[in-house]
């Protein structure tokens, strides 16, 4: 399928958001390596509710500031660029930069993808949207990892880096975007008691509601395998060239027929690389093997949990009512995980609980097919309404 003029509007924003979010990697290895072992907790904590509070505020004053989709996607981009570049990579700076960025840059493009794609569009969009992001991320990762290899890893030139083209990108991109009605709040909690909604609790915890730890499992391992953070740097772009070639070649091959395929072969490569990191506690340099691993399977599995969440999201309510509702209980379920796992830190040793972590994202990656599969087509009546 072709892509329309609203998806060929998006797609360099789109792309620009998959570059700017390679930068997660980047913090948490500079956070980790500072010896600090609950910095990484602390700092993606404050990360997940900064994501949250910006949805929140930007949708509660939408309204009165104007705020359609384009002017928040673009806004998504402005705030966290100026906070890189004067934050001075302190840690809570970095989580509000990098939280807000998350937040806006995901609830907006909800309230746009949701509003001009059709249910049949979503398949081919993900496809196209996945391999720019891939790509963009890949060039960006290197040009850090050069600023890292020439000024002796001074981490202040890859934030200004980041900085810097978020900025440039919030100027200069994103002017054809359709432009959507002001996002706002009406009655967000009433989404929270429908029955399509509770039912799906279970796919939002196994898709996102370990995203925190995820997050802290894979910086602690790149910083005990690799060292250093030019080092960190290579192997991401390498894994990443990876994932973009596997995109590419399978560009075309994603519809409405084969989505249940496509999420269990995604869920089976992760859950792979996640066992290979929990391994590289034994052998470092299985950690190269779950890089490569991860960044193959998970533009795959990200495309997947896209259109499923689209479809989640294909019931009653105003549209940023149900973006909002689910925001936020993925909030709570990334909360409550996080917190019981930094519990777990104060009682196991890093390598046992690098252990526990990669095993537990193991097993949450290959439930979520058996639970995907479901909404995905035995589900697939009761989601029709179209936003």
Known sequence: ????????????????????????????????GSQDPHAIFRYTAGMLTAAVMSIFLTYLFGPRFGMTGRRLLRLGFLVPGLLLIVGEGSIAMMAIAFGAFIGMTAGARH??????????ERDGYAARTGTLSVICSVAVTLGATLLLASFAEQSHYVFWLYGALCVLGAAALGRSI??????????????????QFVACLPIFFLESGLF????????????????????????????GLVGGIALYVTRKSRNVQNRTHWLGGACLVVSLAYVLLGASVWVPSLFIGYSVLRAAGLPFLGASQQVLTQRILDIQGELSDRIFARELVLWMLRMVSLFLFWSLANVISPVSLLLVGSGLLATATAMQYLVGKDLFWKRGGTLQQPA
Request: aromatic share 6%; glycine share 12%.
């Open 178 to 195: 359709p432009d959507t009605p002001p996002v706002s709040l009406k009655a967000p909690l009433s989404i929270l008691k429908q029955p």
């Open 111 to 120: 309230s746009l993808e949701m509003s001009v794609l059709s249910d049949a």
């Open 1 to 32: 399928m072709k892509s329309s003029s609203h998806q060929r509007a998006l797609l360099p924003l789109i792309g620009l958001q998959g570059a700017i979010g390679s930068l997660g990697g980047f913090i948490g290895f500079f956070i980790v």
């Open 212 to 239: 925190g730890i995820s997050q802290a499992m894979a910086s602690a391992g790149a910083v005990q395998a690799l060292g250093s953070a030019t080092n960190f740097g290579w192997v991401a772009t390498v894994a």
